[in-house]
């Protein structure tokens, strides 16, 4: 890591890639870790020591210590679901309120944020996106409209500003025609969130950065969600509402360019998605299914199942492009540690014509073309070293360097802290 620079890391994928328990593992080497983007759809998970924790608002850094945790201004922030997981974090030892910070301008996501979500998804029908339903579209788009309430805002005169929030919430979801909601107890819930959020260290944010690495400080950003879900170069309109890519951390925590160091990029040795939205690589067959089982996945918040398929270079050429990707991670190589064999989507189809770059539309008439490997065939979970892979493997991952053009740095071959080969 260069001196005065920050580093990022972000997923390249549909998200879920794995990127809780990197920003775990890579916590030792910084003192600041912060959130830039996304809120409570995000669903992180860590384990070390036979414990697994999954953090939804607070940066994965929150385990090492000794370190800065921040919450940035691009984040929205729900204070009730914020105080649970605070709260849960307090209960099994982990002290947080002298190391969390959160910032000013981030967003609030209130509780008829949450209802409006449900009111568009249903109004959408059958072309709803299948959000996480955390009201995340609803409060971007406030911030973006200039309707927005501010985590400032609770400092002073907070309950007036409030109501005239709801008042207008409820007009539109009046207009929506939305009545199936009842948020008497969440309020009082998102309001006890309120004064508990007080507690904590609530501060300009991208001050705090700037004078952090003015003291030689280093700093990873956590994105959240991935590539593939960035509102302006994921598969719109299947995407979340912020910006998932490097930009968002300029953006989302107030550096500029000329400061973003190293770009990790974090991808799965497949593919998964959960949600609608097309996904070109998917698999509908018995290996889709043996990938879901095998890997175990389930959303982290939503517990819903998450589509899977085969790892797509074409949709990862483009996320390294956009992102300025430097050194590449890849998770959850165990997974298919059984399988005789193993592809890799290299170009796709587009109505009969082979193109290898990611094209506008990748709905409609999109075919991908595959390269076949033959698998490993080896147990990786208890391997400590790269010289101890099996050479089916190291053959793959040279492939894929080649492929995409950046060097994969770390190896991941389980979830645990501990199970991460640190390549030279
Ligand atoms: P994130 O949102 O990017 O932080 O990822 P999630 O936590 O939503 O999903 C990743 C899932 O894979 C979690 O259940 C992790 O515990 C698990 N995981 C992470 N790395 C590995 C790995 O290398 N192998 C296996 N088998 N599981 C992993
Ligand atoms: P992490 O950080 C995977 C998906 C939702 C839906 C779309 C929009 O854990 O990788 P939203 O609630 O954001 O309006 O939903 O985005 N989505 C995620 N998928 N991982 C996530 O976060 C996600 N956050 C949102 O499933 O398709
Ligand atoms: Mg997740």
Same mark, same amino acid.
């Given at each position: 890591?260069?001196?005065?620079?920050?580093?990022?890391?972000?997923?390249?994928?549909?998200?879920?890639?794995?990127?809780?328990?990197?920003?775990?593992?890579?916590?030792? $080497?910084?003192?600041?870790?912060?959130?830039?983007?996304?809120?409570?759809?995000?669903?992180?998970?860590?384990?070390?020591?036979?414990?697994?924790?999954?953090?939804?608002?607070?940066?994965?850094?929150?385990?090492?210590?000794?370190?800065?945790?921040?919450?940035?201004?691009?984040?929205?922030?729900?204070?009730?679901?914020?105080?649970?997981?605070?709260?849960?974090?307090?209960?099994?030892?982990?002290?947080?309120?002298?190391?969390?910070?959160?910032?000013?301008?981030?967003?609030?996501?209130?509780?008829?944020? $949450?209802?409006?979500?449900?009111?568009?998804?249903?109004?959408?029908?059958?072309?709803?996106?299948?959000?996480?339903?955390?009201?995340?579209?609803?409060?971007?788009?406030?911030?973006?409209?200039?309707?927005?309430?501010?985590?400032?805002?609770?400092?002073?005169?907070?309950?007036?500003?409030?109501?005239?929030?709801?008042?207008?919430?409820?007009?539109?979801?009046?207009?929506?025609?939305?009545?199936?909601?009842?948020?008497?107890?969440?309020?009082?819930?998102?309001?006890?969130?309120?004064?508990?959020?007080?507690?904590?260290?609530?501060?300009?944010?991208?001050?705090?950065?700037?004078?952090?690495?003015?003291? &030689?400080?280093?700093?990873?950003?956590?994105?959240?969600?991935?590539?593939?879900?960035?509102?302006?170069?994921?598969?719109?309109?299947?995407?979340?509402?912020?910006?998932?890519?490097?930009?968002?951390?300029?953006?989302?925590?107030?550096?500029?360019?000329?400061?973003?160091?190293?770009?990790?990029?974090?991808?799965?040795?497949?593919?998964?998605?959960?949600?609608?939205?097309?996904?070109?690589?998917?698999?509908? +067959?018995?290996?889709?299914?043996?990938?879901?089982?095998?890997?175990?996945?389930?959303?982290?918040?939503?517990?819903?199942?998450?589509?899977?398929?085969?790892?797509?270079?074409?949709?990862?050429?483009?996320?390294?492009?956009?992102?300025?990707?430097?050194?590449?991670?890849?998770?959850?190589? +165990?997974?298919?540690?059984?399988?005789?064999?193993?592809?890799?989507?290299?170009?796709?189809?587009?109505? &009969?014509?082979?193109?290898?770059?990611?094209?506008?539309?990748?709905?409609?008439?999109?075919?991908?073309?595959?390269?076949?490997?033959?698998?490993?065939?080896?147990?990786?979970?208890?391997?400590?070293?790269?010289?101890?892979?099996?050479?089916?493997?190291?053959?793959?991952?040279?492939?894929?360097?080649?492929?995409?053009?950046?060097?994969?740095?770390?190896?991941?071959?389980?979830?645990? $802290?501990?199970?991460?080969?640190?390549?030279?």
């Amino acid at each position: 890591m260069e001196t005065g620079k920050v580093d990022v890391l972000l997923g390249l994928q549909w998200g879920d890639e794995g990127k809780g328990k990197v920003v775990d593992v890579l916590t030792p $080497r910084y003192d600041v870790v912060a959130r830039f983007q996304g809120g409570p759809n995000a669903g992180h998970t860590l384990e070390f020591d036979g414990q697994k924790y999954v953090l939804r608002s607070i940066p994965s850094g929150i385990f090492q210590g000794g370190k800065v945790n921040i919450i940035g201004n691009g984040v929205v922030i729900a204070p009730d679901l914020f105080m649970e997981e605070a709260k849960d974090l307090e209960k099994s030892g982990h002290e947080l309120k002298t190391r969390l910070r959160i910032s000013k301008k981030a967003h609030l996501i209130m509780p008829t944020h $949450r209802i409006l979500d449900r009111a568009y998804e249903a109004a959408k029908g059958k072309d709803k996106v299948g959000t996480t339903g955390k009201g995340i579209g609803p409060t971007y788009t406030d911030k973006v409209s200039r309707n927005g309430l501010r985590v400032g805002d609770i400092i002073d005169c907070f309950e007036e500003k409030y109501a005239a929030h709801k008042e207008r919430h409820l007009a539109m979801l009046k207009a929506l025609d939305f009545n199936d909601f009842d948020i008497s107890e969440t309020e009082k819930k998102w309001m006890e969130g309120i004064e508990y959020m007080k507690q904590f260290p609530l501060v300009d944010s991208e001050h705090e950065i700037h004078n952090l690495l003015r003291s &030689g400080k280093s700093i990873l950003c956590e994105g959240a969600q991935g590539t593939m879900l960035d509102v302006d170069f994921g598969s719109y309109p299947f995407v979340t509402s912020s910006n998932t890519i490097c930009a968002g951390a300029c953006i989302g925590l107030g550096i500029g360019p000329n400061k973003i160091g190293d770009v990790y990029g974090i991808m799965k040795a497949y593919c998964t998605r959960v949600g609608a939205g097309p996904f070109p690589t998917e698999l509908f +067959d018995e290996t889709g299914k043996s990938i879901r089982d095998l890997g175990h996945e389930y959303g982290a918040v939503t517990g819903r199942e998450r589509r899977c398929g085969w790892i797509d270079l074409v949709a990862l050429r483009y996320a390294i492009m956009i992102n300025g990707v430097t050194k590449l991670i890849m998770m959850k190589s +165990d997974v298919l540690d059984s399988f005789d064999t193993i592809k890799a989507c290299v170009a796709y189809k587009q109505n &009969g014509k082979v193109i290898d770059y990611f094209p506008y539309d990748i709905e409609h008439g999109i075919e991908p073309v595959y390269q076949e490997f033959k698998g490993w065939k080896t147990d990786m979970t208890k391997i400590t070293n790269e010289i101890q892979f099996p050479k089916a493997f190291t053959d793959y991952i040279a492939f894929l360097e080649r492929q995409l053009e950046t060097p994969i740095t770390i190896v991941s071959i389980g979830p645990d $802290r501990e199970q991460t080969i640190i390549r030279n």
